[in-house]
């Protein structure tokens, strides 16, 4: 990477947004300039960047003038709005939110599994959901040495992937409750999530799953590219802060061995194999905190199918599940010169 580019970090003081400002100080992104936006919420705070304290302003036409790469992590609503407005003026935007997603014009990008459809932007790249993009890392080496057909998968996810509104329901809660008083009234979760486990991430649809459930059945199939591989989702909120785990059952066209599925996945692009039960070794929230990779274990397969292999998966929601993978995509804007000069 050469060339020195504008970039803005939309939705700035926000849970992913942090994490994005992180990462653009630690892996030596080709900044020019940068600048941080969010809502009038923020207006007046700012955020210490590369030593300097720099501010924080509002969302506004101009403020995208000049800007070549749009870092976006707002509301659906929100970047539904705005991310067209900053392609307008010029920018690509990596957008979090799930606004553009599942549109045929935008490509649904994880660098690992589909980078080659960066190149189909039409100024706005859409960043998967969590959830589904630590499955896609652990399923593509898998899928391209004996094809998926079907995943089983539940999730474990952590209240963070509800935003720094998540986390902080979870901390007053566990205060609330080390100190002995009632819990208060949940305002981000459905119920409260201390001591609980919710089966309802997002809003039922009338066919029984949630919305979080459907992204990850409609996005596997675009980013991987393949509308025949099924998957079944169960998608759980629980009382861990960061890093979502997901248990996966994965029906492939083909028997596949553990040690064969081991051997791949060791060799796959931003997966970290941790899988030595005897030594109690397996993926932990834990361990991922802070971690760009997708962390596997706990690989064996199913008790009557050999065609079936079960894992366990890992990683951090706010990192790979959003603010990495929106990283490596702009990286790779830069790299492949796909950005205006
Ligand atoms: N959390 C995750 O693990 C995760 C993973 C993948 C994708 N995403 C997606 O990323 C997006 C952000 O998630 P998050 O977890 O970072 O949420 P968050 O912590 O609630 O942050 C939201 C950000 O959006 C800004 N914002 C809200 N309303 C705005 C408005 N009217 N105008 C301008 N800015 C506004 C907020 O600014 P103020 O602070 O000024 O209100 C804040 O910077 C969402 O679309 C989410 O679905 C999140």
């Not at 509301?75 to 549109?103: H, L, Q, T």
């Not at 960066?118 to 896609?136: D, E, F, L, Y």
């Not at 409260?192 to 990850?216: A, H, R, V, W």
Request: charged share 25%; glycine share 6%.
């Amino acid at each position: 990477m050469s060339a020195e580019v504008h970039v803005a970090v939309v939705g700035a003081s926000g849970a992913v947004g942090d994490r994005m400002i992180q990462l653009l100080e630690q892996r030596a992104f080709p900044l020019k300039s940068v600048k941080f936006l969010a809502s009038e919420r923020s207006a007046g705070k700012t955020i210490r960047f590369r030593g300097e304290e720099c501010p924080i302003t509002p969302i506004t036409e101009s403020a995208f003038r000049g800007v070549q790469i749009v870092l976006s992590s707002t509301p659906g609503p929100i970047s539904k709005e705005w991310s067209p407005i900053a392609a307008r003026a010029g920018a690509v935007v990596v957008d979090n939110s799930s606004a553009f997603r599942m549109d045929p014009d935008v490509p649904l990008v994880v660098p690992e599994v589909n980078p080659h459809h960066i190149a189909r932007h039409k100024g706005i790249i859409a960043n998967p959901n969590c959830s589904t993009i630590q499955m896609v890392v652990a399923l593509k080496p898998l899928h391209d040495a004996a094809r998926v057909k079907r995943v089983i998968v539940s999730t474990y996810q952590s209240v963070s992937g509800a935003g720094m509104k998540g986390i902080h329901e979870l901390e007053t809660q566990s205060a609330a409750t080390v100190r002995g008083e009632a819990i208060p009234v949940p305002e981000k979760f459905p119920h409260p999530i201390i001591g609980n486990c919710l089966p309802q991430i997002d809003d039922f649809l009338p066919s029984g799953y949630t919305k979080e459930e459907m992204k990850m059945v409609h996005e596997t199939r675009k980013i991987m590219g393949d509308d025949t591989i099924d998957v079944s989702p169960t998608c759980v909120r629980v009382p861990v802060p960061f890093c979502h785990s997901e248990s996966i059952s994965v029906e492939f066209e083909r028997a596949i061995s553990v040690e064969e599925a081991r051997s791949l996945l060791a060799n796959a692009p931003g997966v970290t194999l941790v899988d030595d039960p005897a030594h109690k070794k397996y993926p932990l929230a834990t361990d991922a905190v802070g971690r760009d990779d997708v962390f596997v274990g706990r690989i064996r397969q199913d008790l009557s199918n050999p065609r079936v292999l079960l894992f366990w998966c890992v990683s951090d929601n706010l990192r790979k599940g959003a603010a990495t993978n929106a990283v490596q995509i702009a990286e790779e804007l830069i790299k492949q010169n796909l950005i205006r000069s």
